[in-house]
């Protein structure tokens, strides 16, 4: 058993990859305060009050779908089938970090600045920026604090989405 020594290119290819994921998580984000402001508000509000049954929730619902989703995509004989599952798999991430835009906006509620009055969405930004830093962190970040913001926020789109009680403007 061999180590092979990884190579510049190697380093290069995964600190790419990296950084273009945390680019596109921030992004996604900044698209939902940009698009939906009262819906991320929303969100926030979920996740200062009830995370914990928000999480419950997004779980609840999240492992049958996503469970579904796999055994769709896997297999192998019908590509209609695999398009579906992958296609699911994409659209509960999506509509998770849909929902966690409130949690960056929680967080960055607490990381002021000055311009936060006249530009809202700096807040999201900047709880995006720091959020986005701790999915970097090998094992806890990976496996622990990256699967509970989607679930999280998955939970949280679907009690903002479905709730009976809809504030209006």
Known sequence: Y????????????????????YIAFVSYWLFTEALFPNFVERCRERYATVPV???????????????????LAAHMGNPILQIGGIGLVVLIV???????????????????????????????WRGGLVLGITFILPVIGWFAVLPWTLISGFGVFLRVRFSRKRKTA
């Not at 049954?53 to 055994?71: D, E, I, M, S």
């Open 94 to 124: 999506l509509l998770g970090l849909m929902g966690s835009a409130g949690l960056c906006r929680q967080i960055g509620q607490g990381l002021a600045g000055s311009n936060d009055s006249a530009q809202p969405w700096r807040k999201v």
């Open 53 to 71: 049954r928000c999480t419950l929730l997004g779980l609840v619902v999240a492992a049958p779908l996503l469970t579904g989703a796999f055994a």
């Open 2 to 21: 061999e180590v092979m020594p990884m190579i510049m290119a190697d380093i290069l290819f995964w600190a790419l990859i990296v950084i273009g994921f």
